[in-house]
């Protein structure tokens, strides 16, 4: 079966860092359409905007991308492209990509190798990607999520904490440190449609409440993601108006 897939972006207008974020300006384009472009630049059959927000919503069709209104009460980003996947009426075994709205320098050919990914393993439930640490720091750093995977390239766990973690006391510690083998998880999904809907049923679980990684309900639940090496990593994401200065720059660079 030839592979076919949709990319859903969620996008709220509120965010206690930078509020009405996917509307802010980014080089002459609000936030939303930057990220819609990179989806659409993919092998996706269409790209959706799933948003609580009518006036996200409205800039959404004025720039001619497609959205969906969604519930207002979604605690994650997962569940409001669970709604949205269920209104665009998507076959059981369709492949859905969640490609977050904060992240408008999304390599298309990132987002086709996790739906490639997951069309080609029967075994996984879900798959996304990692790539190796930028520098040492984040290996200490919990904003930055870090995965180990077993030698058929599926996750055994992912953490806030440094993993896999030395027991060698320092200074010897940080030599035994294999950073070569430490990968970083990039946050990209793709899910088949029936899956997604039920993970999204789900009662958040022990270690998710912990680490707030709602990726380790999967595992939690004795299933599979797998996790390709990226071949092309993203740029920066925004979550603070530092980071939507970042990417402003980029993209005026970019518009050189």
Same mark, same amino acid.
Request: hydrophobic residues 40%; negative net charge; contains cysteine.
């Given at each position: 079966?030839?592979?076919? %897939? ?5 996008? !709220?207008?509120?965010?206690? !860092?930078?509020?009405?974020? &996917? ?6 384009? /609000? ?72 992240? &408008?320098?999304?390599? /298309? ?54 993993? /896999?973690?030395? !027991?060698? +006391? ?7 440190? #294999? ?19 039920? %993970?999204?049923?789900? +009662?958040?679980?022990? #270690?998710?409440?912990? +680490? ?16 390709? +090496? ?27």
């Amino acid at each position: 079966m030839a592979l076919e %897939f949709t990319v859903i972006i969620p996008a !709220r207008f509120s965010s206690a !860092r930078l509020p009405g974020k &996917p509307l802010r300006d980014v080089a002459g384009k /609000p936030l939303i359409q930057r990220t819609w472009e990179a989806a659409c630049a993919s092998a996706a059959k269409r790209v959706i905007v799933a948003t609580d927000d009518e006036g996200i919503a409205r800039a959404v069709e004025n720039f001619g991308g497609v959205s969906c209104m969604t519930a207002d009460s979604h605690i994650s980003g997962t569940d409001r492209v669970a709604q949205a996947a269920t209104l665009a009426g998507l076959d059981p075994d369709q492949i859905v990509v969640n490609v977050q709205g904060d992240e &408008p320098d999304m390599p /298309p050919a990132l987002v086709d190798q996790v739906a490639l990914l997951l069309h080609q393993d029967k075994v996984a439930d879900v798959a996304t990607a990692c790539a190796a640490l930028e520098h040492r720091e984040q290996y200490f750093d919990s904003s930055v999520v870090k995965v180990v995977r077993d030698n058929r390239g599926h996750a055994l766990y992912f953490s806030r904490s440094p993993i /896999p973690y030395s !027991r060698q +006391e320092s200074p010897a510690r940080e030599e035994s440190i #294999p950073w070569s083998h430490i990968r970083r998880h990039i946050g990209i999904y793709a899910y088949r449609h029936a899956y997604l809907q039920e %993970f999204a049923s789900r +009662e958040p679980c022990p #270690p998710e409440n912990l +680490e707030r990684l709602e990726q380790l309900r999967v595992l939690w639940h004795g299933e599979k993601i797998a996790v390709a +090496e990226a071949t092309v990593s993203p740029g920066p994401g925004v979550d603070t108006l530092d980071d939507l200065e970042r990417v402003i720059h980029l993209f005026q660079k970019q518009n050189q």
